[in-house]
């Protein structure tokens, strides 16, 4: 009975991170670097998109393609070889918001050539709206989750339908970047998928977002 309050008392003070010391103290890690490189591919992007030629709409694909390996490759560096940092962590969503938000921009901008455009300008629009703007709020969402108590920002931890919701964004964005290129194919059957894959990924990123909303309010209501 006497040793029971000193274990409850070491329990409750068990450290939450799981970063380590070395990797923490660490900013230019493996998977950081990768994480940088993605930062950096969004201004090399946006100049490719511009370019009006075969080897621009191919270099375009290939960036895009490259981030979205990364996207993969970093995390799993991470675990794998346990670099994980507070730094990185920021980071990685930051990358991810700033290609996926370029991407769909320029495509709004400047959709593919083909009919269904003409009849309907809008079929980008709306399903790019709504993942723009479920991606700013639940910014704000674990900003302010992570200024109150941890049963908040465990509310917003990253599910299994938020990693869904990337998947068919990634697929999404790369099939209508690939259909800019005329050599790939039928540009009208790559379009129909691309356009399929982000509707279901906008479809996603509001259920992904209600999800969240209710947890929250679950959360507050104890």
Not at 140 to 151: D, L, P
Request: aromatic share 8%.
């Amino acid at each position: 009975m006497g040793s029971e309050p000193v274990v409850q008392q070491q329990l409750v003070h068990q450290p939450r991170l799981v970063y380590s010391k070395q990797s923490s103290s660490k900013i230019l890690t493996l998977p950081t670097v990768l994480t940088l490189g993605r930062v950096v591919a969004v201004p090399m992007l946006i100049f490719t998109f511009s370019v009006d030629s075969w080897w621009g709409r191919t270099a375009t694909t290939s960036i895009f393609m490259a981030a979205a390996i990364t996207d993969w490759l970093d995390g799993y560096l991470a675990r794998k070889m346990k670099l994980c940092s507070a730094f990185g962590a920021l980071l990685d969503p930051v990358a991810d918001k700033l290609m996926v938000a370029a991407t769909l921009v320029l495509l709004c901008s400047r959709p593919v050539n083909v009919a269904v455009f003409g009849q309907a300008p809008w079929l980008l629009n709306v399903p790019s709206i709504a993942i723009i703007g479920r991606e700013i709020t639940m910014s704000a969402v674990r900003e302010w989750a992570a200024s109150q108590n941890g049963k908040l920002s465990e509310a917003v931890a990253v599910n299994k339908l938020g990693k869904w919701k990337t998947a068919t964004q990634m697929t999404a964005l790369t099939i209508l970047l690939a259909a800019r290129d005329q050599s790939v194919g039928e540009s009208g059957i790559l379009v129909a998928s691309g356009v399929i894959f982000l509707y279901l990924s906008a479809g996603l990123s509001v259920m992904s977002l209600a999800l969240y909303v209710e947890k929250i309010g679950k959360v507050l209501v104890k």
